[in-house]
Nanobody, 129 residues
């Protein structure tokens, strides 16, 4: 499994922006499809955004469409989540996750929590009103 370490979380006012980063190590990053999940207090973990192995395909939850952007840099072994126009309801612990798929299915995105086999420890995002 790849090791994942998130950074970039923090406290921000509503309407502000944050950029989360996830650094990967230990395996060939380009063989992984990636996703960003979040879990708010008392709620289930949910997918925020996902990106294919070759970065040609993306998926966004309806709640973040038009505000969040997922991207990856395979040369830097990193995936990012740019979050703009943040709302108090975006407050949650954000996790980076990876699914190893080898060299095939380069354009697939994966949306199920149970489909991912590597997880980071997460980073807290708090949006104040």
């Amino acid at each position: 499994q790849v090791q994942l370490v998130e950074s970039g979380g923090g406290l921000v006012q509503a309407g502000g922006s944050l950029r989360l980063s996830c650094a990967a190590s230990g395996r060939t990053f380009s063989t992984y499809a990636m996703g960003w999940f979040r879990q708010a207090l008392g709620k289930e973990r949910e997918l925020v955004a996902a990106i294919s192995r070759i970065a040609g395909s993306t998926y966004y939850a309806d709640s973040v469409k038009g505000r969040f952007t997922i991207s990856r840099d395979n040369a830097k072994n990193a995936v990012y989540l740019q979050m703009n126009s943040l709302k108090p309801e975006d407050t949650a612990h954000y996790y980076c996750a990876g699914k190893e798929i080898g060299l095939s299915r380069g354009w697939y995105v994966y949306t199920g929590t149970n489909e991912y086999d590597s997880w980071g420890q997460g980073t807290q995002v708090t949006v104040s009103s």
